[in-house]
């Protein structure tokens, strides 16, 4: 069984556990309360008892994010306790170094200033990845733009997944454009850039402007399907949980990708804007509902081929045996046992 816990970020362990369960695979998700389907939610008290009896069964346990199920004392005991093999996956703002980010982005450096939300710390980001280093669990990096705050040489590399099959293409809806906007965090998705980019296009263009905060993660997906353009960061300039999830309803995305990152996005059909070009490339959505309609088409095609985790099984399982190949064959040394590569296969149900 692989062990999911213990926070489910932006519903990634819950595409997760899901792929891997509909590929045939034993995968089991523990979460604290707000999570969504596909993973099994519990109280912190909960998760006392639940984890160690999990832990216990598991064949390996996929970490997300630099949290714990009930302390990160007890949780160490009990991964130490059991030498369970495991894979850290770090989400962003659990080990990004500020100052390297700012190096590369003055629109982050300036949100800094101006009061970003998240509290990002270089020696938290450090503490957090010696933490795991010491457990013995293997890095698993699901974005570009974290490969640079990563203090290991060696690592995976997964992008962010989504269980295709959850989303239906609705395209292009309304007769008058919809825009929308769920700014989670004002300051970090750029709030300040989308309403004056949305203030000068009202005086050319007649659309609707949605801005949804303080809702459920289901209640944004519902009234995604119903806009026509979807605006997702202007900072820290990558791809947001926000422009895969669109793409994949067939919505054209308007994001800022920061230079150092154009390279790895260049086949993207998302509209690649600067904070201050931003009402020019909603501009040209607004323009023309066919690009808004091929844009659309193009996004779930590239959310299907590039973070599907129907598409991506494979190579995580393939993460997952090399993880616990190499456990099992540390331990062998460890018992002076002869040595040799152990070849792991994990097994599917019947």
Request: overall charge positive; some cysteine.
């Amino acid at each position: 069984m692989i062990l999911h816990a213990p926070l489910n970020v932006a519903s990634i362990m819950s595409a997760t556990v899901k792929g891997l369960n509909w590929a045939g695979y034993n995968a089991f998700g523990l979460s604290y309360p707000g999570a969504d389907n596909h993973v099994h939610t519990a109280s912190r008290w909960e998760m006392f008892y639940k984890f160690p009896s999990l832990l216990a069964r598991a064949d390996l346990v996929h970490w997300h994010y630099d949290s714990s199920c009930f302390s990160r004392f007890t949780d160490d005991k009990w991964l130490k306790f059991f030498d369970t093999p495991g894979i850290v996956e770090w989400h962003g703002s659990d080990i990004r170094d500020p100052e390297l980010e700012a190096d590369t982005n003055r629109y982050y450096r300036k949100a800094l200033d101006e009061g970003y939300e998240y509290k990002e710390d270089a020696q938290k980001a450090w503490k957090a990845q010696k933490r795991f280093e010491r457990l013995g669990f293997y890095t698993l990096v699901n974005t570009p733009a974290l490969r640079r705050h990563i203090h290991t040489d060696v690592f995976f590399y997964l992008n962010r997944r989504i269980f295709l099959r959850d989303f239906n293409m609705s395209g292009q809806v309304n007769e008058v454009p919809s825009i929308l906007f769920a700014p989670s965090k004002p300051i970090v998705k750029g709030a300040k850039w989308v309403y004056k980019a949305v203030d000068l296009l009202r005086r050319s263009y007649k659309f609707h402007f949605e801005v949804l905060t303080n809702l459920s993660r289901h209640e944004v997906l519902r009234a995604m399907q119903k806009a026509d353009i979807v605006l997702d960061q202007f900072v820290l300039g990558d791809i947001g949980m926000v422009s895969i999830e669109a793409m994949a309803m067939g919505k054209p995305v308007v994001c800022f990708i920061k230079d150092d990152l154009k390279e790895t996005y260049k086949d993207s059909p998302i509209v690649q804007v600067h904070p201050e070009t931003l009402a020019g490339g909603i501009e040209k959505l607004l323009r023309s509902r066919e690009m808004r309609e091929a844009r659309g088409i193009a996004g779930r095609i590239y959310a299907g081929r590039y973070y599907s985790i129907e598409n991506q099984i494979n190579e995580l399982v393939r993460i997952y045996e090399i993880t616990i190949g190499n456990k099992l064959n540390s331990r062998r040394n460890n018992y002076g046992m002869e040595t040799g590569a152990i070849g792991y296969k994990l097994g599917r149900r019947p």
